[in-house]
């Protein structure tokens, strides 16, 4: 398997969570190994993703959906999001049942680039990625998840150097530990009064403390809410406004990729466009973005109106 792995030009990984950022720094090890190289890791946001431009002769992508345009020669997708698209030129590792970084560490281990501290990160991330509730590391997993939301993936990776192993019982997951214990009992009492539809199908949750994730899960688990999609929306210190998009059943996904997103199918996001600068204007823009019916039969109404009055113009003349 190793053998089929090209040299490539750059590491391709998703910015916004710990999968992306575990599964890069594992390819770069790899890489290094197999090839006595640092090959430069490049993080992105989906959007951002959606538009950069596929330069390279040779990459290896993890974390981002597998689509037409990456299915190019020398290039490496490795991968757990659905796809519908075969691989004829890239080389396509692809398995919906487990995290990025674990197919990742797979080939890793391959190399022999192992130890007891990464078999413990990269299970915890599994859980996390994947919303394994059911397994009894479920809640310490979502903390280490959520030292990404908190502290970004470039601030996590400069601390550590790199080696997120250091991250395993890290002072930092005191703080999300005392975060979780205060602030998402009272997060949740108060987004469950605060939720306001944005079409019939998509509740927008109206957040001010606690993990947001967690919330909107307890929101969907204890049917608080009809809405089988429920977005989430939070504002970077840069003034990008991200849209996060969860659900049970697989509409988060469909939704999300109306607004340039992606994800899994039950949880998705997005970042809104650049002239978006508040949670109010990115209310508004998401009631638009998400109801084109709407906007289109508002505008014909007005052509008509229009056409209308110009003809009783036109008779009366």
């Given at each position: 398997m190793l053998g089929k792995l090209p040299r490539p030009e750059v590491i391709l990984t998703h910015e916004s969570d710990l999968d992306g950022l575990l599964a890069g720094v594992l390819l770069s090890r790899l890489a290094r190994k197999l090839f006595d190289a640092d090959v430069k890791l490049e993080a992105y946001h989906y959007n951002y993703w959606k538009q950069r431009e596929l330069?390279?002769?040779?990459?290896?992508v993890t974390d981002f959906g597998f689509e037409s345009r990456l299915d190019r020669p020398n290039w490496v997708v490795i991968d757990h999001h659905p796809t519908e698209v075969p691989a004829r030129n890239a080389y396509l590792i692809h398995d919906v049942t487990k995290s990025a970084a674990s197919l990742c560490y797979e080939l890793c281990q391959i190399a022999d680039i192992?130890?007891?501290?990464?078999?413990?990160?990269?299970?915890?991330?599994?859980?996390a990625d994947l919303f394994l509730e059911n397994d009894p590391d479920f809640i310490l997993a979502c903390d280490y998840a959520n030292l990404?939301?908190?502290?970004?993936?470039?601030?996590?990776?400069?601390?550590?150097?790199?080696?997120?192993?250091?991250?395993?019982?890290?002072?930092?997951l005191e703080v999300m530990t005392v975060k979780r214990q205060v602030e998402d009992p009272l997060g949740l009492a108060w987004s469950r009064e605060n939720?306001?539809?944005?079409?019939?199908?998509?509740?927008?949750?109206?957040?001010?403390?606690?993990?947001?994730?967690?919330?909107?899960?307890q929101l969907l688990e204890q049917g608080i809410t009809s809405f089988p999609v429920l977005v989430t929306l939070f504002r970077k210190s840069n003034g990008l406004v991200v849209a996060?998009?969860?659900?049970?059943?697989?509409?988060?996904?469909?939704?999300?990729?109306?607004?340039?997103?992606?994800?899994?199918?039950?949880?998705?996001?997005?970042?809104?466009?650049?002239?978006?600068?508040?949670?109010?204007?990115a209310v508004d823009f998401l009631k638009q973005a998400l109801n084109p019916t709407t906007k289109r039969s508002e505008g014909l109404t007005s052509l008509e109106g229009i056409f209308a009055a110009l003809d009783q113009v036109n008779r009366k003349g």
């Open positions: 330069r390279e002769r040779s990459a290896w192992q130890s007891p501290a990464l078999d413990r990160l990269v299970h915890l991330n599994n859980v990404v939301k908190s502290y970004g993936f470039w601030n996590l990776h400069a601390l550590t150097n790199g080696a997120l192993e250091k991250l395993l019982d890290h002072p930092l939720i306001s539809a944005l079409t019939p199908q998509v509740g927008f949750v109206n957040t001010i403390v606690g993990n947001n994730n967690l919330i909107v899960h996060s998009f969860r659900s049970k059943n697989g509409e988060a996904g469909k939704v999300a990729e109306r607004v340039k997103g992606g994800g899994h199918p039950n949880a998705s996001g997005a970042i809104l466009p650049k002239h978006v600068r508040t949670i109010p204007d």
